[in-house]
């Protein structure tokens, strides 16, 4: 796992801590420490305080991984979101209504849990699982969208040769199209 460098001190420490702990290594320390902990047993006659040497430090772990893991939690979930909202906002066909839907109550989450639940029974009505998306219209909107690319360029292009004064002669640029990306 990567630590950004530019991390706070905690963030980093958290971050280094839950991939430590998520290790084998650390399962397998976990687990000596038990079996030291049995094997000690009979010799300190199995007495309240060896016991609450175990209860007392599996209890304090315990209580500071949950918060290490629930830092953890919010910073993969925040990425997912911010991740899913960049999806949502450049296809064109997606509702930007849905950016953010994290913030929205959790009724209007249900509200729209139950349209997109109405719109799946739809598509299981079909005889094909691929008319609602097919190859073709992937194909269709990846060309749409190299067409779009290039009329923008194409705009921006104009717009910089008409912004510059005429004494100023324009740079040429060699027309570069960018490499498609590959449809899957």
Known sequence: MFTNPNAGPFERFA??????TGSSMAFLLALLTIIIWIIT????????TWQLVINTSTTIITFLMVFLIQKSQNK?????????????AVNRKASNRLLNVEDLSEEEIRALHRF???LAERAKSETSLSISHSIEEANEI?????EDFHQLKASRLTNHNTATSPSESPKQKSPKTPPSPPIQ
Not at 15 to 20: D, E, I, M, Y
Not at 76 to 88: G, H, T
């Open 41 to 48: 047993g009979p010799i300190f006659g199995y007495s309240d």
């Open 142 to 146: 990846h060309q749409e969208k190299v």
């Open 76 to 88: 993969d979930s925040l990425a997912m979101q911010v991740k899913l909202n960049e999806l949502i």
């Open 116 to 118: 997109f639940g109405e």
């Open 15 to 20: 971050s280094k801590a839950t991939q430590a």
